[in-house]
T-cell receptor, first 115, second 113 residues
Framework: EAGVAQSPRYKIIEKRQSVAFWCNPI?????LYWYQQILGQGPKLLIQ????????DSQLPKDRFSAERLKGVDSTLKIQPAKLEDSAVYLC?????????????FGPGTRLTVL | AQSVAQPEDQVNVAEGNPLTVKCTYS??????LFWYVQYPNRGLQFLLK??????LVKGSYGFEAEFNKSQTSFHLKKPSALVSDSALYFC???????????FGSGTKLNVKP
């Protein structure tokens, strides 16, 4: 079974530029998550999708971050404009149904450096 | 409020010795507890989870964890450490009927030959 795919793996941009990350979850998984992991910290949930609907985006900085999951499969996370504090690893995860007991499976992450 | 604490930033152990990585939690209601491992430049890999039932949970790569409700702990253990176990370990909690997954800050495990 193929895992969660993410691209790009690394991205370096200047502050105030825009950037987009892509995630392809495990086939058949209804729930998709985006996390931000700042160096030395645990992942923090940014947004959760159930199929193509948003379940939770309470910690997403909506003035600069946006995410979509068209057709309930792939997802993109965008930052516009980027700030220095956005430097982090952005992790995508998926789970089969989104139940509280479900295991989340993570992709390799995208390491973003904002200069 | 839901939270997870990993009180040790780093744990050092010699190969062949038992290891313990500590985790305590705070949730309203019954907790669902998870352990993940992260190797350099890779995503998190699932090790094990506690949902209900037997307090001792066995997982991947010989790891196990014990749920202790009275101490609100879910410590990760392995009887005999390997050098290849050296990595960053994260504990996470989710409460029943509460959507978010809360991660601890991580514990770096160093296993020396």
């Amino acid at each position: 079974e193929a895992g969660v795919a993410q691209s790009p793996r690394y991205k370096i941009i200047e502050k105030r530029q825009s950037v987009a990350f892509w995630c392809n979850p495990i086939s058949g998984h209804a729930t998709l998550y985006w996390y931000q992991q700042i160096l030395g910290q645990g992942p923090k949930l940014l947004i959760q999708f159930q199929n193509n609907g948003v379940v939770d985006d309470s910690q997403l900085p909506k003035d600069r971050f946006s995410a979509e999951r068209l057709k309930g499969v792939d997802s993109t996370l965008k930052i516009q404009p980027a700030k220095l504090e956005d430097s982090a690893v952005y992790l995508c995860a998926s789970s089969s149904k989104g139940y509280y007991t479900d295991t989340q499976y993570f992709g390799p992450g995208t390491r973003l450096t904002v200069l | 409020a839901q939270s997870v604490a990993q009180p040790e930033d780093q744990v050092n152990v010699a190969e062949g010795n038992p290891l313990t990585v500590k985790c305590t939690y705070s949730v309203s209601g019954n907790p669902y507890l998870f352990w993940y491992v992260q190797y350099p430049n890779r995503g998190l890999q699932f090790l094990l989870k506690y949902i209900t039932g037997d307090n001792l949970v066995k997982g991947s790569y010989g790891f196990e964890a014990e749920f202790n409700k009275s101490q609100t702990s879910f410590h990760l253990k392995k009887p005999s450490a390997l050098v290849s176990d050296s990595a960053l370990y994260f504990c996470a909690v989710r409460a029943y009927n509460f959507n978010k997954f809360y991660f601890g800050s991580g514990t770096k495990l160093n296993v020396k030959p």
